[in-house]
């Protein structure tokens, strides 16, 4: 009897380190078995900005020795796109690069880290420079929505303007029916604009049947891919609601899965993702430049506005940021951070402007 009772305990020890040793959860992370997530994206397969976030992936599997792997999914494959957030809150995927103005209804200063119209500055140098200013108030946003935030792995350069109408004063944009989204709603209603909001998959046909007058919509590259060249006749530059870079593809995880990765691989990602912005931002600023030639080679002509338009625009750019101090704690942090690197940089008259709305 007393040897039943010792193979029985034997076994029943046996099998708990069996599965203590070979869980997944519970054993470290090794090449042979390395932790698998699953991440939605926001753009689609073939894209230049899928391709870059698919670079700081494979950077991250490299780093880990094969350790972490994320699996990359086209936008729309696991869960609706707007719906990322409680997708990787929920746990029915690991991971997601979302964008950060995607919710801003729910935390305003998500709206300010995507792009602010007001932006003196047109360079990677200072858009990185201020973005680590001010990533401590991401990661404390994505937290207080409940999810794990690993890094922010794109810049995308200054974005692209386009209309049927001759715009050259801030004046000419009074009543042109202009697409846009974002802060940059804010910004052409104060310019006299009438603002239309549409999916950039209706624009074409809203250009060519006059539904809308201009828009705003991504770079030259993604423009010209959507044959938008078609149904323009100026490229208005610079880009008055983003002529600086949009940060996005905000890497955000389940935090009982955040919880497992091992620290020194958490220590690497920092960099990897400083990395995967530089890139996206060299690579999707070379296309632009290439894709800007198409558009002229097709018959659109570049309007180039003069420093004092934009620096109108500048400052009608900034009254619009003014109600964002009393948005959230975390806007009202976000602007005070904004208006010291403003003025540190010698660019008082917009912070002036932004901090008379305290």
Known sequence: MKKVVF???????????????????SGAATADKPMTWRAQGYDNVGTARFDAVQYFCNKLK???????????????ALVPTM???????????????TAPDYQGGKEPMLKLQAYRPADPWSDYQHAE???????YLAEKAWTNLGVGYAGTVQFQPNEAEHS???????????GVKMRTAGLGQELFTAMGASVVTMPMGDIYQAMKLNTIDAFEAGGYSDNYQNALHEVVKYNIEPALHCGASV???????TPSVWAKVPQDIKD???ALAKDARRYSYEMLDTMNKEFKTKFEAAGVKTIILSGDE?????????QTLKPYWKSSALSAQFLDEYCKYLREKGWEDIAKVIESGK
Do not use: H
């Open 247 to 253: 940060a996005t593809e905000s890497f955000i995880i």
């Open 310 to 318: 934009v620096a109108k625009g500048k400052l009608a750019a900034a």
């Open 62 to 76: 490299e780093a880990s020795g094969g350790r972490l792997i994320v699996e990359l999914y086209t936008a729309e």
């Open 83 to 97: 719906q990322a957030l409680d997708g990787v809150k929920n746990g029915i995927v690991e991971a997601a690069f």
């Open 129 to 135: 420079e201020f973005f680590e200013r001010y990533e």
């Open 7 to 25: 193979l029985c305990a034997l076994l029943c020890m046996s099998a708990f380190l069996v599965f203590a040793g070979g869980s997944g959860e």
């Open 164 to 174: 049927n109408k001759e715009i050259r004063k801030i004046s000419d944009w009074q």
């Open 268 to 270: 690497k990602i920092p």
